[in-house]
Nanobody, 120 residues
């Protein structure tokens, strides 16, 4: 069984920073793309950023320059550095990982989500 455990969420003031981390554990043959998504109250889940195994990144246009995604393949972790946060960034942030299990089937895994609240 594969688990994704997120950490680093919380309450931050406008203009502040947070760093989210996600650790992947369990029986997985190979992780491919990893990423972060978010869902604000009353809205659909949306892409924040993704990163490939060889560190190619993709960001939501509105977040470029403020958010930075990174990963550590040796530790099966992905992180999201968020700067200059504003109240519109308030959401539950979900970690995502795509990969192959030991039967070489493509799988899509999700974390349980971590709350980020930007408020004064």
């Amino acid at each position: 069984q594969v688990q994704l455990v997120e950490s680093g969420g919380g309450l931050v003031q406008p203009g502040g920073s947070l760093r989210l981390s996600c650790a992947v554990s369990g029986s997985i043959f190979r992780l491919n793309n990893m990423g972060w998504y978010r869902q604000a109250p009353g809205k659909q889940r949306e892409l924040v950023a993704t990163i490939t195994y060889d560190d190619r990144t993709n960001y939501a246009d509105a977040l470029k320059g403020r958010f930075t995604i990174s990963r550590d393949n040796a530790k099966n972790t992905v992180s999201l550095q968020m700067n200059s946060l504003n109240p519109e960034d308030t959401a539950v942030y979900y970690c995502n990982a795509q990969g192959r299990d030991y039967s070489l089937r493509l799988r899509d895994y999700w974390g349980q989500g971590t709350q980020v609240t930007v408020s004064s």
